[in-house]
């Protein structure tokens, strides 16, 4: 059995009968009181009798139990008696607060209704607030039960609450329709636009046909082969995948381009990959046209709220510019946001909590809560600040006191995701996102985004052409200087060579000129000596014509070297013999008279 009507089933077994509402609340302004006199409690309390927690031991108090008519917080069966199979989250605090605090409420409330039952103010002719229902329900009882939402104007009509149970910041709810969680096959290629992916297909041709450029440049005037335009475009093509195939980066132009080409796909490549896991499934996230009240009012969107509500109150003193459409139902505002009538509707978080389980109200789950709650603030009991006439303060602090320990120990907390569970069936759990992922940034990378990083390769890219003619024209200019240099020195070998050359043949000259001389001698001698009769050579050297062994065999030829190496046979010959001639002399006896 749910949690709920345990709790409802072990309460009315106590009470033992069905409870009844045995109390009609007054008309507003009729000074109407069905409160409990507590002073002597109170005395009790401070003379130190009797303990804060249990001050209100025995007491039968006087219960004002808001009903919206809606079977949401508290439901009655047809006779008017309280549902005990599901009596509504009301009831089940109500019932755990009178244990904790050792009071009765059964046989002692009213039903305190919408501001619309009870007509319009005669004084102004106004609607009724619920803020007027509320001073009216806590002057009636000795406390009211609801969701009574905190705030300054209830306070300055001597309005006390204690801690509050329910949630009651402002927040924004939109609708939107979903579309349905699906497989996309496509979704991979969804982290950028269609703009984008044909750049980069460009950017794969460009790529290769500049790379091969830059490597014909760089071979150009050589005899190695270059790669063909299509295999670079294969290279540029893998560099997305970051496979870096740029292996022959010989030049600085090669270099500045696979460095460009590297930085690119590094850049794209960590953009797809961060943007890719939120599109491998196809989601339906509606787009949130707000996100704060600010932004509502700026924009002008108009924007659903509950009329005569603290809600309401509480926008027009903090955003008096809003655009309100306004309806006391909730029903009704949430059909309005639905059907289109506003953009945005502003309630509590625990209101909507209620509603969007609503099959007739949210039949797709479509209701999203929006943005961070706005005011911060809580709802609960209240009761009328009285410290004479009945003492009612007391009750104030004794409901403190016990409303924090249920607080505290996760009563409250259980009590409200039971009360969810059991009103519907339909459950749309974190306002219809469960099957949705918050990711911001969701959207496809457009040029705007990521056009920055093909500027920047194509930059380098011209660079890198730049570069390689620059290097080209350099290294022929170089060779061309090289080349200039080596011709010069190769002529002044060539003039060293011809110096020498003449050099040599003035020396040739020379001794052919000696040679000449020397031939006349031989030949003079030849023709004056007479046979047998010495003739004094080189220092007393007596040669005859007989002991001549000078050979007449020198050759006279034209080419100079050739001249000169004959000159220096015959010197050779010529020296062999005078010094055989001396040998002979010195050996013969008197040679030395």
Known sequence: ?????????????????????????????????????????????????????????????????????????????????????????????????????????????????????????????????????????????????????????????????????????????????????????????????????????????????LYWVIDKIANWGTENEVNSVLYDMFLATMTFTQHHMYWDPSGHGKRIFAFSASFWSLVLASAYTANLASFLVSQG?????????????????????????????????????????????????????????????????????????????????????????DNANKGGPATLVDTKNYCTSLITHVLEIHMNEMIDNGFIDQAWQAHLRNQSDHQCSDGGKEETKDVDGQYSLTVKEVGGIFVFHAGLGLLAILVALGEKFYSRHRDAKNDIFMASKEADLQLHEQDRSSQLRASAMTHYKSSADLQRIIQEQKRTSIVGKPRNVGGGLSITRRDSHVDDDIDYGEDVLETISSLQSEMEKLQNYVVEKRNRANREPGAGA
Not at 16 to 40: D, K, M, W
Not at 293 to 307: F, H, K, M, S, Y
Request: aromatic share 12%.
């Open 1 to 209: 059995m749910k949690f709920l009507s345990v709790l409802s089933l072990i309460f009315s077994a106590v009470g033992g009968q069905a409870s009844f509402p045995t109390l009609e609340t007054p008309p507003i302004g009729a000074n109407i009181t069905y409160r409990t006199h507590v002073c002597e409690n109170f005395l009790e309390y401070a003379v130190g009798v009797a303990d804060i927690r249990d001050a209100l031991t025995g007491l039968n108090l006087t219960v004002g139990i808001v009903d919206q008519l809606n079977d949401v917080y508290i439901r009655f069966n047809e006779d008017g008696s309280i549902n005990e199979e599901s009596p509504g989250i009301f009831v089940v605090i109500l019932d755990e607060l009178a244990r904790r605090g050792k009071f009765s409420w059964r046989d002692s409330f009213g039903r305190v209704l919408p501001p619309s039952h009870y007509g319009v103010n005669p004084i102004n002719g106004a609607s009724y607030s619920w803020t007027d229902v509320l001073h009216n329900a806590v002057q009636s009882y000795d406390f009211s039960f609801a969701e009574w939402v905190h705030n300054q104007e209830r306070r300055e009509l001597g309005i006390s609450f204690p801690v509050g149970w329910y949630d009651a910041s402002t927040i924004l709810v939109q609708s939107s329709v979903r579309d349905k969680v699906k497989f996309d096959i496509m979704a991979f290629l969804r982290p950028f636009s269609n703009e984008v992916w044909a750049m980069i297909c460009g950017v794969f041709v460009l790529s290769g046909i």
């Open 285 to 373: 996230q509606p787009d949130e046209i707000a996100k704060n009240l600010a932004e509502v009012e700026a924009l002008g969107i108009p924007l659903c709220v509950r009329a005569n509500a603290a809600v309401e109150a509480s926008l027009n003193a903090r955003y008096p510019n809003l655009n309100l459409v306004r309806d006391p139902e909730f029903e009704v505002i949430y059909s309005k946001l639905a059907q289109g009538d506003c953009g945005l509707l502003a309630t509590r978080p625990f209101d909507f909590d209620q509603f969007r389980n609503d099959i007739d109200l949210n039949p797709e789950c479509s209701l999203q809560w929006v943005g961070r709650p």
